[in-house]
């Protein structure tokens, strides 16, 4: 058994890539509809006699609204998935079993950041063409090219995402702290990212922006991408380094 | 030729010393027994030699490729969402060396996991996890195995097993098995170290070892026996003298033909009831205690003469 298929029976075994399938194709065929639903949302709910005025929700609307719950609840999930999967030495005995066969630290942990990466990628594809399909009906047509952007600038978000994991895998060992300190990261990374308009080169632009980029609105996206492509290759690099240092 | 020899092998953790330099050797072909109490640094050795610890200074060299050598840690861990069959397909394909079913179903049978083959090793006792452990290392066809305490988790009949699987590997690879169980030592290995607080205190054939014991007397009479148990205790013959159990007293001797010749007359002064006197067989346990400064020996203080 290779690698590759072994890594391949964890995604599936594991349930892993279906709670990923399952968070995003619920994200892409219900966020659109919650979107269209949310006038009347509001008017049912709201009993204090108050007018709320919700205007008439757009295509724009319902993609915001989708890749919104992805830079958040998908964020969440992709982490810990990932984390379940790279952390291997929170088990020494197992750890032991990888690390006396695979001679190099890279054959061990890159297939694993690639299934993983892999699996959200194809998850991520079915939640697009969810969003993409539920918001044409309900909402108005999206351009294909546009949802295509969408989809290629949250992949690599999701890639930055991953490699972030693997650093951190390769400097703690339990998963619980591997997820915990991780999404930490991410949300320091976040909320320095929102201070200023002098820090939207940060990968975490990436997240944000999806939905302008979907519907063509989207200025000044590259420098995030650059610095997510960059910050990507750097932290997986680091993470190679760090786990062909680190002792069982 | 030594498939692997160390050089003044050190290692510490924080303010530990868990090596205190060793120079192992340990000949192509031989199957050698690592001993040592607990804590003696065992484990840490055989796991530096695994390639999976650094040594904090010393040199490890391998007359075999790195991928030759395989490492069982004494209780395996696997995915839980493998068969066993599907770990021993990974065990050989993760090395570049794929096996075919049969080969896989027959090693299985080898370690008495046959009927466990599709079984999900989630499921597993720690002593199925043991032997998996011991296929998963054998079925890549390594030239060195590393074997940490092989047999620690199974129950007496497995250990028998594992233990005659190991014995029928000596000539075809080379085995490095560390284990708290001396009698499987004694068993099994041809060459043996002793690891004391990090230090090797002893290195070479077991037979070697054994000859450096002196010599002893077994003799049983009917209980009590502490007459002659003190009577003995008081010649200048015996180095020193116990009761192992209700009438059964062993002495080391410093001059056999006066042990020879003074012992009848100890036994009849005595008042003793003879049962039965003989050469007292000299196990590995007796010279490990010797060796450690562990051991019943020195419980039986009481018993030996000043």
């Given at each position: 058994m290779s690698i590759w298929r072994l890594e391949w029976l964890r995604a599936w075994r594991t349930r892993r890539i279906v709670a990923l399938g399952a968070i995003f194709l619920i994200l892409g065929l219900g966020s659109p509809v919650l979107t269209y639903y949310l006038p009347e949302i509001v008017k049912n709910s709201n009993n204090s006699g108050v007018q709320i005025a919700v205007p008439k929700q757009t295509a724009a609307d319902g993609i915001r609204s989708f890749t919104g719950n992805l830079a958040q609840l998908g964020t969440l999930v992709v982490a810990i998935v990932a984390s379940a999967s790279l952390a291997f030495d929170a088990q020494p005995a197992l750890s032991a079993f990888y690390r006396t066969r695979l001679q190099s630290s890279a054959r061990l942990v890159l297939p694993r950041m690639a299934v993983v990466g892999g699996a959200t990628e194809a998850m991520l594809a079915l939640g697009f063409l969810g969003a993409w399909y539920e918001t044409t009906v309900l909402l108005g047509s999206v351009s294909?090219?546009?949802?295509?952007?969408?989809?290629?600038?949250?992949?690599?978000?999701?890639?930055?995402?991953i490699s972030v994991v693997a650093a951190v895998a390769s400097l703690l060992r339990s998963v619980l702290a591997v997820a915990g300190t991780s999404i930490g990261l991410l949300l320091a990374l976040s909320l320095i990212g929102s201070l200023s308009s002098r820090f939207d080169w940060l990968p975490t632009k990436l997240a944000g922006s999806a939905a302008d980029v979907v519907m063509r609105q989207s200025s000044g996206v590259w420098p995030a991408v650059i610095a997510g492509v960059v910050a990507s290759i750097v932290a997986t690099g680091f993470a190679l380094m760090q786990f062909s240092r680190r002792e069982l | 030729m030594n498939a692997l020899s160390t050089t003044n092998l050190m290692k510490r953790y924080g303010g530990t010393q868990a090596l205190a330099g060793i120079d192992l050797a340990i000949p192509t072909g031989s199957i050698y027994g690592l001993v040592g109490p607990n804590g003696s640094g065992k484990t840490t050795a055989l796991e530096i030699l695994a390639g999976l610890r650094h040594p904090t200074s010393g040199k490890v060299e391998l007359s075999v490729d790195r991928a030759d050598v395989a490492y069982c840690p004494d209780v395996g861990d696997f995915e839980p969402w493998l068969t066993a069959a599907e770990v021993l397909d990974s065990a050989s394909g993760l090395l570049g060396r794929p096996q075919s079913r049969a080969t896989i179903d027959a090693m299985l049978a080898r370690i008495g996991l046959a009927e466990s083959a599709n079984r999900r090793v989630g499921g597993f006792s720690r002593g199925m996890r043991s032997r998996l452990g011991l296929a998963a290392g054998l079925i890549g066809e390594p030239k060195f195995l590393i074997a940490d305490e092989p047999a620690a988790a199974l129950d007496p009949a497995g250990r028998w097993e594992i233990i005659d699987l190991l014995a029928s590997l000596a000539g075809s690879?080379?085995?490095?098995?560390?284990?708290?169980?001396?009698?499987?030592?004694?068993?099994?290995?041809?060459?043996?170290?002793?690891?004391?607080?990090?230090?090797?205190?002893?290195q070479g054939g077991l037979t070697d070892l054994l000859a450096r014991a002196a010599p002893a007397l077994q003799v049983v009479v009917r209980p009590p026996a502490d007459q002659l148990v003190s009577a003995i205790a008081a010649t200048a013959w015996a180095r020193s003298v116990a009761e192992t159990e209700p009438g059964v007293i062993r002495t080391d001797v410093i001059d056999p033909a006066a042990a020879e010749r003074e012992l009848p007359q100890l036994l009849a002064a005595s008042g003793s009831h003879l049962v039965e006197v003989g050469r007292a067989g000299v196990s590995l346990q007796d010279i490990f205690f010797e060796l450690t400064g562990t051991g019943p020996r020195l419980l039986a203080a009481t018993k030996e003469r000043p």
């Open positions: 294909a090219l546009g949802i295509l952007a969408g989809f290629a600038v949250t992949s690599l978000w999701f890639c930055f995402v | 690879m080379t085995v490095l098995v560390s284990s708290h169980d001396l009698a499987d030592v004694e068993r099994i290995c041809d060459q043996i170290g002793v690891l004391v607080k990090g230090r090797l205190v002893y």
